[in-house]
């Protein structure tokens, strides 16, 4: 037996009419193609709201490609290869963006998106980095990428020997 074969369609439509009444503030709504323009409406505005209220994010190549524009600048005490996702790959799943030697140090560094995370395996490549002696890094900007560069200059970020 239906569960729900002893509601009728007035009874489902009038809880749907309660049901955004409550979340219209009980504000009195007469039809049914009023409810559904004012529901559509608040809906709207809430996510053209949200929408609104986000920064625009750069996408991860976009950041890459500001750090590699940098990297260019600094070729004199860098080497470095970076691994693109637009193009097939032979490499490993899981490779860091950018892989290379700082002024002798070598480094891994793998590029975001603000608030994103390193996936599995990305972090057993990070960890395989690091036990063979590389700085490794996770940037989400330019900016990071050239503190992350600078830390290695200072000492702050030392390779394991």
């Known amino acids: 037996m239906n569960p729900f074969a002893k509601f009728t369609l007035a009874d489902v439509e009038e809880f749907n009419r309660r049901t955004v009444e409550r979340k219209l503030k009980k504000q009195p709504i007469s039809t049914t193609a009023t409810i559904t323009a004012a529901v559509s409406e608040e809906l709207l505005k809430k996510k053209t709201a949200k929408l609104d209220?986000?920064?625009?994010?750069?996408?991860?190549?976009?950041i890459q490609s500001e750090i590699e524009d940098w990297l260019m600048t600094q070729v004199h005490q860098c080497w470095w290869d970076r691994k693109r996702m637009d193009r097939p790959t032979t490499s490993r799943v899981g490779v860091l963006d950018f892989i290379g030697s700082w002024?002798?140090?070598?480094?891994g560094l793998e590029v975001k998106q603000p608030g994103e995370k390193l996936s599995d395996a990305q972090n057993r490549e990070s960890a395989w980095l690091k036990k063979s002696g590389a700085v490794v890094g996770v940037?989400?900007?330019?900016?990071?990428?050239?503190?992350?560069?600078?830390n290695i200059d200072r000492g702050l970020t030392k390779p394991k020997h």
């Open 53 to 62: 209220a986000r920064p625009p994010r750069k996408l991860e190549s976009e």
């Open 103 to 107: 002024r002798g140090v070598a480094f």
């Open 139 to 150: 940037a989400f900007s330019k900016d990071d990428a050239v503190a992350f560069f600078k």
